[in-house]
């Protein structure tokens, strides 16, 4: 079983920026894929950002490409999302999440979650 716990989210200003956290436990995540998603009322939750079991690849959709940055240290069994030029639309609960699949954008291939932490861009 793994735990995970986001960190790092809050309210910021159009343009601002926001780093993520997801640190987890229970097991070592060394040998698992790890993602962000991104909820909001009413709809599905969307995949934002993933990375492999390594490190060495990256993969986002379109419309967080060139303002996100997943990155993860595994000594530290941790994984982050770096947030820059948010806009209002970027308003969500965002989660991590881990995949035993080596590159998944289907949140049904993630098999563990954390509980969210809230983004709030005000424009």
């Known amino acids: 079983q793994v735990q995970l716990v986001e960190s790092g989210g809050g309210l910021v200003q159009a343009g601002g920026s926001l780093r993520l956290s997801c640190a987890a436990s229970g097991r070592t995540v060394n040998s698992y894929g790890m993602g962000w998603f991104r909820q909001t009322p009413g709809k599905e939750r969307e995949f934002i950002a993933g990375?492999?079991?390594?490190?060495?690849?990256?993969y986002y959709t379109d419309s967080v490409k060139g303002r996100f940055t997943i990155s993860r240290d595994n000594a530290k069994n941790s994984a982050f999302l770096q947030m820059n030029s948010l806009k209002p639309e970027d308003t969500a609960v965002y989660y991590c999440?881990?995949?035993?699949?080596?590159?998944?954008?289907?949140?049904?291939?993630?098999?563990?979650w954390g509980q969210g932490t809230q983004v709030t861009v005000s424009s």
């Open positions: 990375i492999t079991v390594g490190g060495g690849r990256t």
């Open positions: 999440a881990v995949t035993s699949v080596v590159l998944s954008t289907r949140s049904q291939n993630y098999r563990f």
